[in-house]
């Protein structure tokens, strides 16, 4: 069985380590546009073979995942190059944007849009690892455009990653994931911004922050090469919950600017029921 | 030697824990408002005795570590009970409001104003745990207006924690903690608000929301009681660090929308090199 994967970073190289691990009669090619990924990929024995898109001819699987807008070129090149029965997957963290760009192309029952929900603020090849994915939800869009022996390697794949699968509308996930995922970055990166900026002398901060503010803004390490592309798909989702979100802060400060506590200890003890909904997520990264 | 714990929490609590590991021969006396906290700090052998106000007149050592607004009404009661030579030390999240209150107070020499920074978003006696100090930095604030052999009795207490110790000015303090706690602890409520009351259905957060998410919401789990009277005490300086965070964000949300996306970049980017400034930080929580 010959698997490609294109972009070898957290999520396509830790799918490449699973496929390994799962079937070890599998050859696991790469293609990554940057040279030295793919040295450090081939290093790692995370990929057995660079490969090119002229290859894809021999591919049973393709596993694409790369920025969100290179995936909307990368997709159809590769859905061109497939043999008839090969299944593509495409793994980004926006679907709608991806979903409409392939929506005509001859070859659409082949791929199989998804997200799997199990991104880190980590990135590149280094920051791949077997296990991942288990236990992680796999949201994915628009399962009945997929042919059916297509859907069912594909589901085989995610059963033997011991992923949950969600069923969602293209919209629906990037509306979700907007406040969900897309927010955080976010209030992470400008709360990094809003500190950095005030704090000159880094020298403070080593000393002064704890494992709060450490943990608070943790997804502001997330790469921008990955990330920009992402707020620019989104771009209507994400602005309305950031719209939500700043509302929700510039109340906050009028009740403490107006000396209001009563309100702002219930607003907290209200949000405090975000234990309950955090004890339902199963983490294993 | 008899140490007296006002306030049983996670820090309180943790404290005695260390103190009682550290000091063998000390016997430790808890007080606390809250009777099912003195009953499960029994239980839990955190503390060996419960105590009142009266018993302060045998005390070698007090540790104060109740709510910031709290604070304010025990420490002069504990200054006003306690023996000629006996140590006092406060670990509230602010510093003016206190260090303000007991300047004029005739045994203000008898108290060491610090802010342990080692706080989580748990709570309550069961939180507390051995060795929750180790390599944490404690901030020490007026350590010349407290006399030189409390001074050394505290220091050595530190140094036995193996905590790093740095010096600041009460409003020092409160201002560079609003932006690198204060501050975090506000984002994080305020995005859980925000996507709580998005996400009626909550069956949908349970269902999509990853790791990154938990871990920016991680502070909304914290304690209003414990909250509510930081923001008050620490109004001025924590609506400005708002301010400045409402406006970065109001900024980013101005560059999505006008499809702006190399400045985009360019901030992620080098909010980045939050990775750096982290990377300083020993955690051992």
Known sequence: MNVFVIGIGLI???LAKDVKVLYPQATVFGIDINPSHLEQAKALHIIDEVANYDDLDKADWVIVAVPVDVALKVV???LDKIPANALVVEVGSTKAALCKAISHHKNRRNLLATHPIAGTEFSGPKAAHVGLFKGKTNIICEIDKTAFPIQEMALKLFSDLQMRIRYMKPKAHDKHIAYVSHLSHISSFMLGKTVIEKEQ??????????????STVRLAKSSPAMWTPIFQQNKKQITASLEEYIKNLTQF????ENDDYEPIFKELESTNKIKEILNGIQFKA
């Open 12 to 14: 396509g190289g830790s």
């Open 76 to 78: 159809p090149k590769v």
């Open 201 to 214: 002398n880094e020298r403070d901060i080593f000393d002064l922050a704890g494992s709060g503010f450490e």
């Open 253 to 256: 400060k009028q009740l403490i």
